[in-house]
Nanobody, 119 residues
Framework: QVQLVESGGGLVQPGGSLRLSCVAS????????MNWYRQAPGKERELVAA???????TYADSVKGRFTISRDNAKRTVYLQMNSLKPEDTAVYFC?????????????WGQGTQVTVSS
């Protein structure tokens, strides 16, 4: 079955960096669109960054210039490098995969990893 396992979250001071990883299994990783979402307490889940199979990337305005999404198809892993972290980046970060099979696209989610930015 499909599994997405995130890691790399934790507590970091403002201005610090973290790298999140998401290891995928159970589908053809190289053709999937991979996304990172986040959800802060009391807020809706929001798209942070996305990367297509052609490695085209998009970012939320709030993280442009600070976060970088990348993928390693050989390792079936998508990364989110987060630099210059701010307290408002505090949230649970979720890995998401959009997997297309014939004409159907299915969305899969990881369990999430907590990122806390605080001094």
């Amino acid at each position: 079955q499909v599994q997405l396992v995130e890691s790399g979250g934790g507590l970091v001071q403002p201005g610090g960096s973290l790298r999140l990883s998401c290891v995928a299994s159970g589908f053809i990783f190289s053709t999937a669109v991979m996304n990172w979402y986040r959800q802060a307490p009391g807020k809706e889940r929001e798209l942070v960054a996305a990367i297509t199979s052609a490695t085209t990337t998009t970012y939320a305005d709030s993280v442009k210039g600070r976060f970088t999404i990348s993928r390693d198809n050989a390792k079936r892993t998508v990364y989110l490098q987060m630099n210059s972290l701010k307290p408002e980046d505090t949230a649970v970060y979720f890995c998401n995969a959009l997997v297309r099979t014939y004409s159907l696209t299915t969305s899969y989610w990881g369990q999430g990893t907590q990122v806390t930015v605080s001094s």
